[in-house]
């Protein structure tokens, strides 16, 4: 299972919230991952401009405000791609079978419908979106420690 884009947003998160910039060692630690797989991606969101590093500065800072990011510009950057892509469908279908002679196309339409839903629904959450969950839930949590 690919993770770049769950790990792009944790990222993405630490790098707004802090107070000073995150280098990739430290965004690494977070993640649970190695610095030159978070470099790989800060790459990415760099070339896209949601992040930038600064010469002589270690770490990033993002280019735009965080209602300005939504869900699908992260995927698009960390995926290298201009459209969502979930779904594959299987190699060498018989031809002389009116199932495998079809299925392609009509997996197709299907497939790219439910993609185009799901990339309204990632280009109507933001970071800032994941950002405000993220402090409910921690408020949620510590409540429910402090009444344990």
Do not use: W
């Not at 770049?4 to 998160?13: E, P, Q």
């Not at 977070?30 to 991606?41: C, D, E, W």
């Not at 735009?64 to 869900?71: E, Q, T, V």
């Not at 495998?100 to 959450?125: Q, S, W, Y």
């Amino acid at each position: 299972m690919d993770t770049k884009f769950s790990s792009a947003i944790h990222a993405l998160i630490l790098i707004s919230e802090s107070e000073t910039p995150m280098n990739s060692e430290q965004i690494a630690a977070s993640v649970g991952t190695n610095a030159s797989y978070i470099r790989k991606l800060t790459t990415r969101l760099r070339k896209a401009e949601i992040i930038e590093g600064r010469r002589g500065i270690s770490g990033f800072r993002l280019v735009r405000k965080p209602d300005d990011i939504s869900f699908l510009d992260i995927y698009k950057s960390v995926m290298e791609t201009d459209s969502l892509h979930l779904f594959d469908i299987h190699q060498n279908s018989n031809d002389a079978c009116i199932v495998g002679h079809n299925i392609r196309p009509v997996l197709n339409g299907m497939f790219r419908n439910m993609e185009e839903c799901v990339e309204k629904e990632l280009a109507g959450i933001t970071l800032a979106d994941c950002i405000s969950n993220m402090r409910v839930y921690v408020d949620e949590q510590n409540e429910k420690e402090e009444t344990e």
